[in-house]
Structure formats: structure tokens, C-alpha cells
């Protein structure tokens, strides 16, 4: 099946708050339309997202229900942690960090087993906020500066205003460095909501590679679990052979939503193009029923409060 997506009118947004930092492959500016084809949130469901990032649509929902935020790679879950249980002085301490190009190779260069877990969730921050769409970790990122985009005014807003929103939206999530599939294995059942975003398959990129790679293989691996979970599953990604071949072809519905964003056109270059590309999700037959059993609501239904029947 074949769609291109659209999404409802959306009222309410109480409770949810913007992602701390950019992300490559971030669903910020996808984060109504995923979330008109999830459940919304709701006391009785467990929401379960495998491979983190950023956590857009995370932050988009309102906490209800309980809630699960994994990513394997370590940094990223080291500042959510810190943000949780130390935020307070890790924004005093961030509040006293320049922005500088100086600063930022230094940090970008200089990893130390020493540092504290509030220094490297510092750092981990910091190094995210100036590169392109996040790129601290998985390549050698370049300081971001442009005549146009006041970055260090940007960092400062975050920093005083949203990183303890975050925080306080943090409060109500379990947090996990694992591995996705087990984290899926885990948490899986009638009642769970899973949200799958991995890495994209690896042909389909146009910028290198991730902190931790995930390979056909592993996708191959994610398909086949999520194919017998119990739940509701939705999984983003970029149209592919292997995801039409392992999940088109046996019974699984998708969406389709054009972007227009940045891309990298040589994984030797750090200069980056406007680029057109199509993101999209598939639904396990469950949640394609769910869509259509509802359906006749979405206009006027509130996705970040109502539950899911």
C-alpha cells in the first residue's frame, strides 16, 4: 500500500516539549504526522522507543502511561541521566561555557576516561549543539557557524529555559543503554506502543556512518522480531529493498512524507545540500487497523492527551 500522509489538526500540546539537540535522521519536523498514527498517549499503554536519538516523538506525547527511552550509544543516554538527576548543575555548568571554535576542537579532540559523568554529558551537549544536526559522535564533526544563525544566542536559549523542561519530562521515563532488539524483546506486549527509528539502511544514506553501526543484518534482525511483536509497531525509515521485500510484501501498510532537508554529497566533504527525500513508516497490521478504525476521529482528535480505546 501506498499513501502519502497528512496530518490531522492536532489541539493541546501541554506537557510536551522540544528535543534538547539535533540529531541526524531527528523526527522533529515529522513529529505530528508520526504521532496521528500511534495511539495516543494513555494510562493503559506502555510507550517503547527502541533507538533514541533526540527523541522527538518522545517529547512530543504527553507522559502518560509508562514510558521506555533506550539508545545504545552511551553519551547520549549519559546527558538524559544527567539532565534527570544532576539538570540544575549541569546547566550552571553550561551556562558558563562560551561558544568558540577553540573550545569546541578542544573538546571535540580531548576524551578523557577521567572526566565526570556531568563533564562528558557537558560535552556531549555542547559538541551536539555546534555541529551540523548533531554530529558529535560516529565522524569527525566541524564547529557550525553562519552569518545568518546566531548559535551561540540558540545554545544559551536552550540551556536557560528548556534543558530543565526536559528534565522535568524526563521524570516520568524509564532510560535504558541497551541493545535495541533486546529492549524490544523486553518490553513488548498487547498493551505496548513500539516506535522504531534505527539507523537507516546503509545504501540509503548520504552521510557516514553512526557511533554504533547497525547493518543489514541487524535490520534484518529488528524486522524479524518486530514482525511477531504483540504490540502496536511503527518504524521509520528511508524506502528500501530490503524493508519492501521483508515487510511490504507480507502484510504491513506504510505512509510517506516529503522533506526537504540537508544531505552530505561526499562522505570526505563537510559541505551540505538541500536535498528532497521521503521518509517512511510502516505499520504492523495491528496498528494499520488501528488507523482505520479511527480514522473518522483524527481531525478532531487531541493525540497528545486523549486515550487510546
Same mark, same amino acid.
Given at each position: 500500500?501506498?499513501?502519502?500522509?497528512?496530518?490531522?489538526?492536532?489541539?493541546?500540546? !501541554?506537557?510536551?516539549?522540544?528535543?534538547?539537540?539535533?540529531?541526524?535522521?531527528?523526527?522533529? &519536523?515529522?513529529?505530528?504526522?508520526?504521532?496521528?498514527?500511534?495511539?495516543?498517549? #494513555?494510562?493503559?499503554?506502555?510507550?517503547?522507543?527502541?533507538?533514541?536519538?533526540?527523541?522527538?516523538?518522545?517529547?512530543?506525547?504527553?507522559?502518560?502511561?509508562?514510558?521506555?527511552?533506550?539508545?545504545?550509544?552511551?553519551?547520549?543516554?549519559?546527558?538524559?541521566?544527567?539532565?534527570?538527576?544532576?539538570?540544575?548543575? /549541569?546547566?550552571?555548568?553550561?551556562?558558563?561555557?562560551?561558544?568558540?571554535?577553540?573550545?569546541?576542537?578542544?573538546?571535540?579532540?580531548?576524551?578523557?576516561?577521567?572526566?565526570?559523568?556531568?563533564?562528558?554529558?557537558?560535552?556531549?551537549?555542547?559538541?551536539?549543539?555546534?555541529?551540523?544536526?548533531?554530529?558529535?559522535?560516529?565522524?569527525?564533526? #566541524?564547529?557550525?557557524?553562519?552569518?545568518?544563525?546566531?548559535?551561540?544566542? #540558540?545554545?544559551?536559549?536552550?540551556?536557560?529555559? +528548556?534543558?530543565?523542561?526536559?528534565?522535568?519530562?524526563?521524570?516520568?521515563?524509564?532510560?535504558?543503554?541497551?541493545?535495541?532488539?533486546?529492549?524490544?524483546?523486553?518490553?513488548?506486549?498487547?498493551?505496548?506502543?513500539?516506535?522504531?527509528?534505527?539507523?537507516?539502511?546503509?545504501?540509503?544514506?548520504?552521510?557516514?556512518?553512526?557511533?554504533? +553501526?547497525?547493518?543489514?543484518?541487524? $535490520?534484518?534482525?529488528?524486522?524479524?522480531? /518486530?514482525?511477531?511483536?504483540?504490540?502496536?509497531?511503527?518504524?521509520?525509515?528511508?524506502?528500501?529493498? /530490503?524493508?519492501?521485500?521483508?515487510?511490504? $510484501?507480507?502484510?504491513?501498510?506504510?505512509?510517506?512524507?516529503?522533506?526537504?532537508?540537508?544531505?552530505?554529497?561526499?562522505?570526505?566533504?563537510?559541505?551540505?545540500?538541500?536535498?528532497? &527525500?521521503?521518509?517512511?513508516?510502516?505499520?504492523?497490521?495491528?496498528? !494499520?487497523?488501528?488507523?482505520?478504525?479511527?480514522? #473518522?476521529?483524527?481531525?478532531?482528535?487531541?493525540?497528545?492527551?486523549?486515550?487510546?480505546?
Amino acid at each position: 500500500m501506498t499513501a502519502t500522509a497528512t496530518a490531522p489538526f492536532l489541539t493541546g500540546r !501541554a506537557g510536551t516539549v522540544e528535543p534538547p539537540f539535533p540529531w541526524l535522521g531527528g523526527k522533529r &519536523r515529522l513529529a505530528r504526522e508520526i504521532n496521528a498514527l500511534l495511539p495516543p498517549p #494513555s494510562p493503559t499503554l506502555t510507550y517503547v522507543e527502541p533507538f533514541f536519538g533526540a527523541g522527538a516523538i518522545f517529547f512530543s506525547r504527553k507522559p502518560q502511561g509508562a514510558e521506555v527511552i533506550n539508545d545504545k550509544n552511551r553519551e547520549i543516554i549519559n546527558f538524559f541521566q544527567v539532565l534527570r538527576d544532576d539538570g540544575e548543575n /549541569l546547566v550552571r555548568y553550561l551556562q558558563n561555557v562560551p561558544y568558540s571554535r577553540d573550545l569546541f576542537y578542544e573538546l571535540r579532540n580531548r576524551i578523557s576516561d577521567d572526566a565526570t559523568p556531568l563533564e562528558r554529558a557537558a560535552r556531549f551537549f555542547y559538541l551536539a549543539r555546534s555541529t551540523f544536526a548533531g554530529q558529535s559522535t560516529g565522524r569527525t564533526p #566541524s564547529w557550525a557557524f553562519a552569518r545568518v544563525d546566531n548559535r551561540a544566542r #540558540s545554545m544559551s536559549l536552550v540551556v536557560d529555559n +528548556e534543558l530543565l523542561r526536559v528534565r522535568d519530562r524526563l521524570r516520568h521515563a524509564y532510560i535504558e543503554n541497551d541493545d535495541g532488539v533486546r529492549v524490544i524483546e523486553r518490553f513488548d506486549g498487547p498493551d505496548t506502543i513500539l516506535y522504531c527509528d534505527p539507523p537507516y539502511v546503509a545504501e540509503k544514506r548520504s552521510y557516514g556512518g553512526y557511533e554504533h +553501526e547497525f547493518g543489514t543484518d541487524d $535490520h534484518v534482525r529488528l524486522l524479524s522480531v /518486530l514482525k511477531n511483536a504483540q504490540g502496536y509497531v511503527a518504524i521509520s525509515g528511508y524506502p528500501s529493498e /530490503l524493508y519492501a521485500d521483508l515487510l511490504e $510484501h507480507d502484510g504491513w501498510e506504510w505512509r510517506d512524507f516529503a522533506l526537504r532537508c540537508k544531505a552530505n554529497q561526499s562522505s570526505g566533504r563537510q559541505d551540505w545540500e538541500d536535498m528532497d &527525500r521521503v521518509e517512511r513508516v510502516w505499520l504492523n497490521p495491528r496498528l !494499520a487497523e488501528w488507523n482505520r478504525t479511527h480514522s #473518522s476521529r483524527l481531525v478532531s482528535l487531541d493525540l497528545f492527551g486523549d486515550g487510546a480505546e
